[in-house]
T-cell receptor
């Protein structure tokens, strides 16, 4: 089955700096890669996603890149703010066939943004 | 619009007892998923309902776990009897469709289960 590795496990940055979180996946059939942000006491919330036919996607301060050949994808947050502090999870999924929607998650990254 | 709602938010039970977790998905979402995060590790898939049918239950750890989705609406996850290793946060998620454009899964806030 699919396996997703996420690094780093913790990341500490100063406000205004950039943060990068990287994930690798094992199943070349995976075609959907969402990123989730989990704040304390809340469930994971989708912040951005990318499909396998796209190499990069941006949404304001957040961007995701995908390298299908190398089977890795990354989350980039620019101009970080204290409210970006949270646990971030990458995930991979295969759409099509019988396993649609089943997400395989990375281990999570605790991001701390210091004012 | 109400999001995915889970009950209870916390549950502390003794080893050997039974616990039932409930999930109310977003209205109209056919897909309902259960996930679990144990001791700060990754969030792991448990099972997937399409309406009232189990589409994929490959992640269920053992037969002490029973999931149901009555009438294709809310779902329950029962653990009987509970063991210490069942402790963790159980998440429910729902999504609308079966194609890439309807992929976003909305998560509930989770139920933190502690077995002592």
């Amino acid at each position: 089955g699919e396996n997703v590795e996420q690094h780093p496990s913790t990341l500490s940055v100063q406000e205004g700096d950039s943060a990068v979180i990287k994930c690798t996946y094992s199943d070349s059939a995976s075609n959907y890669f969402p990123w989730y942000k989990q704040e304390l006491g809340k469930g994971p919330q989708l912040i951005i996603d990318i499909r396998s036919n796209v190499g990069e996607k941006k949404d304001q301060r957040i961007a995701v890149t995908l390298n299908k050949t190398a089977k890795h994808f990354s989350l980039h947050i620019t101009e970080t703010q204290p409210e970006d502090s949270a646990v971030y999870f990458c995930a991979a999924s295969i759409y099509g066939g019988t396993s649609y929607g089943k997400l395989t998650f990375g281990q999570g990254t605790i991001l701390t943004v210091h004012p | 619009e109400a999001g995915v709602t889970q009950f209870p938010s916390h549950s502390v039970i003794e080893k050997g007892q039974t616990v039932t977790l409930r999930c109310d998905p977003i209205s109209g979402h056919d897909n309902l998923y259960w996930y679990r995060r144990v001791m700060g590790k990754e969030i792991k898939f448990l099972l997937h309902f399409v309406k009232e049918s189990k589409q994929d239950e490959s992640g269920m750890p053992n037969n002490r776990f029973l999931a149901e989705r009555t009438g294709g609406t809310y779902s329950t996850l029962k653990v009987q009897p509970a063991e210490l290793e069942d402790s963790g946060v159980y998440f429910c998620a729902s999504s609308q469709g079966q194609v890439l454009r309807d992929t976003e899964a909305f998560f509930g806030q989770g139920t933190r289960l502690t077995v002592v």
